[in-house]
């Protein structure tokens, strides 16, 4: 847009080796107006992060995310970098990746804010999501429950960590 400029640039390959490692990758630049105790403010979040996949099973992947971010204010806030460490299990039985009609996605992440290498954040957090699919009739109608949760287990997670309810399509 005129006013905005935010870039996101990712890659996915599902089989880097005949054993099924997968590779991802993802760089932003990312804007976005927040409010802090009434106090609005512009944050700029500039990062990436790469991860490495494997099967543990069927249905089961496991997998390893190093990030890296840096997060600028415009106004009052202070500036921070986020340098985390992620593991994660998904199993997925849906019947298509992209409009299941039956089957469960369930999702594990624990995520390690460390910091070093310019890192400021020191945390632990883990998420849970599960989202079952339902076809209630012939022809596309599908019913689906989802549900996510996160909890902070060490540390304190700075602003553009913090769970949010809407905005996010996965918390609506």
């Known amino acids: 847009s005129k ?13 880097i080796t005949e054993s099924g490692t997968s590779l991802g990758a993802n760089i932003y630049h990312r804007i976005a107006d927040i409010q802090i105790d009434g106090e609005d ?3 700029v979040t500039t990062g990436g992060d790469i991860s490495l996949g ?12 190093l990030t890296a971010q840096n997060n600028r204010y415009d106004g009052e806030f202070d500036n921070y ?10 199993t997925n ?4 990746p992209f409009f ?3 089957g469960f996605r369930n999702a594990v992440n624990l995520e390690v ?3 070093i290498l310019g890192g400021d954040a020191a945390y632990s957090k883990m998420e ?5 699919y339902f076809e209630i009739r012939d022809g596309g109608w599908v019913f689906a429950v989802r549900g996510l949760g996160g909890r902070v287990l060490t540390g304190e997670l700075r602003e553009s960590e913090w769970y949010r309810a809407g905005g996010d399509p996965r918390m609506r």
């Open 113 to 115: 804010g460390i910091p």
């Open 3 to 15: 006013s905005r400029k935010t870039y996101e640039l990712g890659f996915y390959e599902p089989y």
């Open 93 to 96: 039985t849906t019947d298509h």
């Open 81 to 90: 970098n986020t340098r985390s460490v992620g593991v994660g299990v998904t």
């Open 100 to 102: 299941p009609t039956e």
């Open 54 to 65: 494997r099967p543990l099973g069927e249905f089961t992947r496991g997998r390893l995310t």
């Open 128 to 132: 849970l999501e599960h989202a079952r």
């Open 41 to 43: 403010d512009r944050r």
